[in-house]
T-cell receptor
Framework: ETGVTQTPRHLVMGMTNKKSLKCEQHLGHNAMYWYKQSAKKPLELMFVYNFKEQTENNSVPSRFSPECPNSSHLFLHLHTLQPEDSALYLC?????????????????FGQGTRLTVV | AQKVTQAQTEISVVEKEDVTLDCVYETRDTTYYLFWYKQPPSGELVFLIRRNSFDEQNEISGRYSWNFQKSTSSFNFTITASQVVDSAVYFCALYNYGQNFVFGPGTRLSVLP
């Protein structure tokens, strides 16, 4: 069982659909992340949850809505997306220190969800 | 501001050649961490190495070696005797307090048989 699992691996959705991406980590980490990887662009940090609290939202459009019900699960709810939202969405987790102080541990990534918006 | 630059967009080498991937970073913090990740075609980013800002010792792990130089803000990665399985996109990343991870744009390495 891999440390960070993302489902589904591939998703095709219409612009009017609502779907959710799921991420689950089995590493006991307390921080989880959503990244977007578009073709020919750097990895873009979207959301950070630390101890289940959202600590960062990098100006992500409201059509992306994260949810972190517990420290092991992270969701990304999608609605009324645009074709330019097509990308690889990567989830990651790491073990941060208390009160958000970093331990500098590495982030472990899932295999990503390849999203295509048609 | 934190920034990571990987000037080489794509590199192609023939199997068994040595190859060095460059990484230059910018940060005002004195405590930070640097990483290298490998992204094979399957998509998952695979952790390769972490280095903290107080440890400038170079590291070797099998065919992989890393050269950390604070004076030039560089953290270069060398693969010795490259193999086809090394073909992937390699990302350098910076992490420091309150900033989370900042990734470079990646270098696509193709190792030809």
């Amino acid at each position: 069982e891999t440390g960070v699992t993302q489902t589904p691996r591939h998703l095709v959705m219409g612009m009017t659909n609502k779907k959710s991406l799921k991420c689950e980590q089995h590493l006991g980490h307390n921080a989880m992340y959503w990244y977007k990887q578009s073709a020919k662009k750097p990895l873009e940090l979207m959301f950070v949850y630390n101890f289940k609290e959202q600590t960062e939202n990098n100006s992500v459009p409201s059509r992306f809505s994260p949810e972190c019900p517990n420290s092991s699960h992270l969701f990304l709810h999608l609605h009324t997306l645009q074709p330019e939202d097509s990308a690889l969405y990567l989830c990651a987790s790491s073990q941060d220190g208390e009160q958000g102080r970093p331990r500098g541990t590495e982030a472990f990534f899932g295999q990503g969800t390849r999203l295509t918006v048609v | 501001a934190q920034k990571v630059t990987q000037a080489q967009t794509e590199i192609s080498v023939v199997e068994k050649e040595d190859v060095t991937l460059d990484c230059v970073y910018e940060t005002r913090d004195t405590t930070y961490y640097l990483f290298w990740y490998k992204q094979p075609p399957s998509g998952e980013l695979v952790f390769l190495i972490r280095r903290n800002s107080f440890d400038e010792q170079n590291e070797i792990s099998g065919r992989y070696s890393w050269n950390f130089q604070k004076s030039t803000s560089s953290f270069n990665f060398t693969i010795t005797a490259s193999q086809v399985v090394d073909s992937a996109v390699y990302f350098c990343a910076l992490y420091n307090y309150g900033q989370n991870f900042v990734f470079g744009p990646g270098t696509r390495l193709s190792v030809l048989p």
